[in-house]
């Protein structure tokens, strides 16, 4: 069993990386908005505190564009991550939801990469049922 550690929600990225390297098996990397704007400056540190550490990438929900979720996802593959995981868009339908998340899907598949489907805690991605109708529509 491996433990991991979510980072970038309580402060300075950096920071609570290698805090995880520290205490964890692995961190699963969210790049809030502001951040992403502004991770060029820190790239470099980021990169170093990861080497030899699993990361796993995780899109931040507030990440809506697929422009920006692009970005997030260059970023998370330079860091190492092999796998993003993504929440389904509350405000779409499961048919909405399935095409963005394939277009997602083949711009990870170009770079090698996983995409893994996270539930939320309200309706309609909160079942397993939905979910797995979306699963179904997502090779």
Not at 59 to 72: A, G, L, M, Q
Not at 128 to 137: C, M, Q, R, T, Y
Request: charged content about 25%; hydrophobic content about 45%; aromatic content about 10%.
């Amino acid at each position: 069993m491996k433990f991991g550690y979510m980072s970038g929600f309580r402060g300075n990225l950096l920071t609570e990386i290698k805090f995880a390297k520290q205490y964890f098996d692995f961190t699963e990397i969210t790049i809030q908005p502001a951040l992403l704007k502004t991770i060029d400056d820190i790239f470099y540190d980021l990169k170093n505190a990861t080497v030899n550490f699993e990361v796993l990438g995780h899109i931040h929900w507030d990440v809506i564009k697929f422009d920006e979720i692009v970005k997030n996802i260059e970023a998370l593959r330079a860091l190492g991550a092999k796998k993003i995981t993504i929440h389904p868009f509350q405000n779409l339908s499961i048919e909405e939801n399935a095409k963005i998340l394939n277009d997602i899907n083949i711009v990870l598949q170009k770079n090698n990469m996983r995409l893994l489907i996270e539930n939320v805690s309200s309706t309609p991605f909160n079942s397993a049922d939905n979910i797995s109708k979306l699963l179904e529509k997502i090779p």
